[in-house]
């Protein structure tokens, strides 16, 4: 059985990694969101697959809650293949321009982008060792890459990007065996991405699925997109 678990599980891509990863036999996944009683369309699907999908609240600023979800996931299995990193925020307000900048929401950007991952991953880090081919994948994005930079602006999305893809650097050396990487999803037609993005969620997410299946040891500490490409750091 492959033991998966998504955070931010309750909109968006967060959802479509659910629903795709728990459409197949053999597989459990641990779908967190930080209001379960909220996310409307993860409890629907959670009801229809009620054997291969758990909801868990989880918010991943608090320690405490990230240790719940760690005891609740070992109640149930031994440990964990794929952990995906998705929960993220971007907020436009007081982090986008220069003369009007909010140093309180650039920092909440950062702990849930960038410092949060980390604090999940550390926290899941006896689960995955024992998983099988054990994956670490923290979702990142284009906007991440400092060569892809053409433009000023978004000090807080862009830079906490820039951070996860460092802060897969570092655990791909502190977490070995497990493979970890960064991975750009795409320009999804999501809440955050909006109505005029290039991809609708379920080909971010087809995509997605096969670079998880395909990641080998050779991958780790790498920045890949939706669809296996290198990116530039």
């Known amino acids: ?6 955070t931010g599980a309750n909109r968006g891509i967060g959802l479509e990694l659910a629903r795709q990863y728990s459409e197949r036999e053999n597989t459990h996944v641990f779908a967190t969101t930080r209001n379960p009683e909220s996310a409307d369309e993860l409890q629907a699907l959670a009801k229809s697959r009620p054997e291969r999908l758990t909801i868990v609240p989880l918010d991943v600023t608090d320690e405490a809650s990230i240790q719940a979800v760690v005891a609740t996931v070992k109640k149930q299995v031994n440990a964990l293949d794929v952990l ?5 925020i971007n907020v436009s307000e007081g982090t986008s321009d220069l003369s009007a ?7 909440q950007v950062l702990r849930v982008n960038v410092v949060a991952p980390v604090l999940v991953a550390s926290a899941f880090t006896d689960l995955l060792k024992a998983g099988d081919r054990p994956r670490l994948i923290n979702i990142s994005s284009g906007a991440g890459s400092m060569t892809f930079r053409k433009s000023g602006g978004s000090y807080a999305y862009s830079t906490s990007k820039a951070g996860v893809n460092m802060m ?11 493979i970890c990487i960064a991975l750009d999803p795409g320009w999804v037609r999501t809440d955050m991405g909006g109505p005029d993005a290039h991809l609708a969620p379920h080909e971010s ?3 997605i699925l096969q670079v998880v299946d395909q990641l080998s040891a050779e991958d780790n500490g790498s920045y890949r997109n ?3 490409e290198t990116l530039p750091w």
């Not at 900048?101 to 650039?106: N, P, S």
């Open 226 to 228: 939706y669809k296996g």
């Open 101 to 107: 900048l909010d140093a309180e929401q650039i920092m």
């Open 205 to 207: 997410i087809n995509g």
């Open 168 to 178: 897969t650097r570092n655990l791909a050396f502190d977490l070995q065996p497990v």
């Open 84 to 88: 995906i990193n998705n929960a993220a």
């Open 1 to 6: 059985m492959e033991r998966i678990l998504i």
